[in-house]
Nanobody, 120 residues
Framework: QVQLVESGGGSVQPGGSLRLSCAAS????????MGWYRQTPGNQRDMVAT???????NYADSVKGRFTISRDNAENTVYLQMDSLKPEDTAVYYC??????????????WGQGTQVTVSS
């Protein structure tokens, strides 16, 4: 079983910063691509940023230049540094990880979600 534990959400004023963290734990061989997604009520979950194990990144157009994704492979942890936050960034943010288990199969896991609220 694999668990993803997120931390770092909260409330901030427009223009402020937050840093999200997500650590994968459990029994597995390797964590491949990790990423952050966000969802608002009544809408689908959208990709915010992803990062491969070697460090290749991909960002949604709406966050390019403001958010930075990074990871620590030794700690199986992914981070999302969010700067210049806007009210439209308000959402529940979910961590995602593609994990290779000891059975050799590749599974997709999600964190429990952390609320980010940007408001004056």
């Amino acid at each position: 079983q694999v668990q993803l534990v997120e931390s770092g959400g909260g409330s901030v004023q427009p223009g402020g910063s937050l840093r999200l963290s997500c650590a994968a734990s459990g029994s597995f061989v390797m964590v491949n691509t990790m990423g952050w997604y966000r969802q608002t009520p009544g809408n689908q979950r959208d990709m915010v940023a992803t990062i491969t194990r070697p460090g290749n990144t991909n960002y949604a157009d709406s966050v390019k230049g403001r958010f930075t994704i990074s990871r620590d492979n030794a700690e199986n942890t992914v981070y999302l540094q969010m700067d210049s936050l806007k009210p439209e960034d308000t959402a529940v943010y979910y961590c995602n990880a593609h994990v290779i288990t000891y059975s050799g199969r590749n599974y997709d896991y999600w964190g429990q979600g952390t609320q980010v609220t940007v408001s004056s």
